[in-house]
């Protein structure tokens, strides 16, 4: 049954790029993407990386992003999973020190599992090493959507003292009471959709939110953005489905044409009050406070 909906969910992540990659008004798409240019780890593990304009002296962040199914048929698909608008100069503006180094493991279909989280660490710690006079290690964060979004969960809690914040999108993983004292003095943001039809709301996203805020520590750190109805993406269309909410942080969860928070969004703390998320106020901005 799992291997089903992974294979109706990868034609849909498929279809859906074909015919619905937005445009960024200010950068162009293709350019953006060809910043990342595709390596390999020591372990076999392809990856896309984009590195900052950087100063001597300098040390800059580190942002991981985990795709989901359906992005690793080919290095283009793959590129588009997540991170490509925040190589723009208009997003690398918005870190504090100038810019953020970009990391995007490439999974293998249909393997993402428990067993690729070692794997996706020794990546992150091989290319950490090999810039680790730029990278702030006090700076790194982990980001994932859909089943990248599970593997996320798997690596931040196999190693959460690593990484500063994490970002989960629609993260196909049920966390267990032990799960979530092991993220405990981890801020995490989750974003998710109720009428998401393949990770449903009320079987992972809002168990799992509740179970966080039973066990954080750092409760007033932590975010869950909840789309009602329909994803609407930043070029001011509708996703096709729910569930490929990936884009949406694309561009900072803000619509490109007057920049501000994506229709049908709520944003809440700890405590279920409303949090305003608008284009000075977004993921890359939360992820540095």
């Known amino acids: 049954m799992k291997k089903i909906i992974s294979i109706i969910l990868a034609v849909v992540m498929a279809f859906a790029f074909t015919v619905s990659a937005f445009a960024l008004s200010v950068n162009d798409f293709d350019a953006l993407t060809n910043e990342f240019p595709v390596s390999t780890a020591a372990n076999g593990m392809k990856y896309a990386a984009y590195e900052p304009k950087t100063e001597n002296g300098k040390t800059y962040p580190l942002v991981v992003y985990i795709h989901g199914l359906g992005h690793a048929w080919n290095d283009v698909t793959f590129k588009q999973s997540g991170l490509t608008y925040w190589a723009s100069d208009e997003m690398q503006a918005k870190f504090n020190e100038g810019g953020a180094y970009l990391l995007m493991p490439k999974i293998p279909e249909y393997v993402i599992s428990a067993a690729q989280s070692g794997k996706v660490f020794s990546l992150i710690e091989e290319y950490v090493g090999k810039h680790a006079d730029t990278i702030d290690m006090s700076q790194i964060y982990i980001m994932g959507g859909s089943a990248g979004g599970g593997l996320a969960w798997r690596v931040l809690i196999a190693h959460s003292d690593y990484f500063k914040k994490a970002v989960i999108l629609c993260g196909d993983k049920f966390l267990s009471k032990e799960n979530a004292k092991a993220v405990s003095d981890t801020p995490i943001w989750m974003i998710s959709a109720k ?65 501000q928070p994506l229709n049908g969004m709520k944003t809440v703390d700890a405590n279920g009050n409303s949090v305003d998320v608008s284009f000075e106020n977004g993921i890359i901005e939360w992820l540095q406070k």
Request: one cysteine or more; proline letters at 5%.
């Open 195 to 259: 009428t998401d039809p393949l990770v449903w709301y009320f079987l992972f996203s809002a168990p799992n939110w509740n179970m966080l805020m039973k066990n954080s520590n750092v409760k007033g750190e932590c975010r869950h953005t909840v789309f009602a109805n329909r994803v609407q993406l930043p070029d001011g269309s509708n996703a096709i489905i729910s569930h490929l909410l990936a884009k949406t942080i694309g561009y900072n969860l803000c619509r490109l044409a007057d920049k």
